[in-house]
């Protein structure tokens, strides 16, 4: 006789977690290969006994709008920076908050700084595409590197990627970096939010020319003037909200090679200060890094649910149930979920305590996924920093 209906449930969900465990067992492999693998990972290399000697001119753009608290310690770090031939240019992008004049301070009257402002974002321009462009017209240097104003450079990050840079034969080199975290909600959600980001774009992948994929992280890419030149730079993307990615993208096209990788030693990023702007930043991107397609966004949402939310609500209904298959495979998910976390910790160097607050992370992208999902379907303008995007 065929089972009860509570009977049939309880096989069915069993059998969906014992894929999930099959799933996280995978993840957690990948992730701990991920820690070793030197294709992928550039690392903070000390100085040649001899001197660092010459090199490419490198010219650091910073954009900043309304970035006071934080273009001081960026402009610091690129100051810091051990490589010789560098000039840094801050274009204040109309800030209202004193960013120009931190930026001036910080930068201690040197003149290899030069601080500009930018002129009214003019029809089809993205903010950022509109800022870089105005600023890399001014710059002076054989390599050009793009960073945000919210990154804060290792002394010897320009030496390594120049350096990375010419041994691969680059036309752009985009890393991702740490994560800086201060507050509770921080710690909770950027290692979720921004590991979903992480993750949904495999080094293996991105760095395959055969493959389909690519991607750049805005907060650090370095190109070649030549390289940056030849496919019309940012004027090229100037109407993308992921200009970043459309950049890449925009090199693949040209024929050119593009590379991304960790480096978690070489800078440090604080993206957001507080939960609503963490929710908000990151509902502004995530509809159209999923190419504006609801069906993705929905079906992103459901299996973050299904892989990270379920096991806790079948661990729960398993031990109501007194069911051991439950809970059995309910706890395999959740400690391997807990595997996975803690070595992305270690690799980003997070405090691996708030791994126990995965749950909640996840919880709050999910929400972010279906946010961003119901703006892009509704057509809701985005603003950021005071301004539509």
């Not at 977690?17 to 099959?22: D, G, Y």
Request: charged share 20%.
């Amino acid at each position: 006789m065929p089972g009860s209906p509570l009977d049939v449930g309880v096989v069915a969900i069993s059998a969906l977690l014992a894929l999930v465990n099959l799933l996280w067992l995978l993840l957690w492999v990948v992730a701990w290969r991920a820690l070793g693998d030197a294709r992928y990972v550039l690392r903070a290399e000390p100085p040649p006994a001899a001197g660092v000697g010459s090199g490419p001119r490198v010219s650091v753009i910073i954009p900043a709008r309304n970035e006071a608290g934080s273009i001081g310690k960026a402009v610091r770090s690129v100051m810091a920076q051990d490589w010789p031939e560098l000039e840094l240019i801050v274009i204040d992008d109309n800030s209202t908050d004193g960013t120009g004049e931190e930026a001036t301070e910080a930068a201690g009257g040197s003149g290899r700084f030069k601080l500009l402002t930018g002129t009214p974002l003019p029809e089809g321009w993205m903010g950022k595409c509109w800022a870089l462009w105005q600023a890399q017209r001014q710059a002076t240097g054989e390599v050009l590197l793009f960073v945000d104003a919210d990154v804060k450079l290792a002394p010897e990050t320009v030496r390594c990627t120049v350096r990375a840079l010419e041994e691969r034969g680059l036309d752009l080199l985009s890393l991702w970096g740490d994560w800086l975290v201060g507050s509770f909600w921080e710690r909770v959600a950027q290692p979720v939010v921004g590991g979903f980001v992480r993750g949904a774009h495999p080094l293996d992948r991105v760095n395959d020319p055969e493959q389909p994929e690519v991607f750049a992280n805005g907060q650090f890419i370095m190109m070649p003037r030549a390289s940056y030149d030849a496919f019309g730079g940012h004027e090229a993307v100037r109407g993308e909200v992921l200009e970043d990615v459309r950049l890449a993208q925009a090199v693949r096209d040209a024929g050119l090679k593009g590379g991304l990788f960790l480096a978690p030693e070489l800078f440090a990023v604080r993206l957001y200060t507080s939960l609503r702007d963490l929710w908000f930043g990151s509902v502004k991107n995530f509809y159209h890094g999923m190419n504006q397609r609801p069906g993705v966004a929905l079906a992103a949402a459901a299996f973050i649910s299904t892989t990270t939310l379920l096991p806790w609500a079948t661990l729960a209904t398993g031990a109501a149930l007194s069911s051991p298959w439950l809970v059995g495979l309910s706890l395999g998910c959740v400690v391997q979920m807990f595997i996975f976390r803690y070595i992305q910790d270690r690799l980003f160097h997070m405090n691996p305590w708030y791994g126990v607050t995965h749950p909640l992370g996840t919880a709050i992208l999910v929400g972010i996924i279906l946010h961003s999902a119901w703006r892009g379907v509704r057509g809701a303008k985005t603003s950021w920093k005071g301004r539509p995007v």
